[in-house]
């Protein structure tokens, strides 16, 4: 879902200090927008806390661990 493209288009639209914040439970998708975000003009933070939701529920129930990724437009 996420690409180069996708981070791209949204880094365009946060305004500065606007965060953009992922979470899955595939570990492989996760590198993956580790790396995106890494190549990104946005800069990697702590993701905040979030609800739990039903999918993370389903994960976590068939033994994947959420992965919360985020990262800010700078000021």
């Known amino acids: 879902l996420l690409d ?3 981070v791209e288009l949204v880094t365009s639209r946060l305004e500065p200090g606007g965060l953009l914040h992922v979470a899955t439970d595939w570990a492989p998708y996760a590198e ?3 790396e995106l ?3 990104s003009a ?3 933070v702590e993701a ?3 609800p739990l939701t039903r999918f ?4 976590l129930a068939a033994g994947r661990q959420a992965h919360d990724l985020a990262a ?3 000021a």
């Open 4 to 6: 180069a493209a996708f």
């Open 32 to 34: 993956q927008i580790r």
């Open 37 to 39: 975000l890494a190549a």
């Open 42 to 44: 946005l800069q990697p």
């Open 48 to 50: 905040p806390p979030r």
């Open 56 to 59: 993370e529920r389903r994960g």
């Open 72 to 74: 800010v437009k700078a």
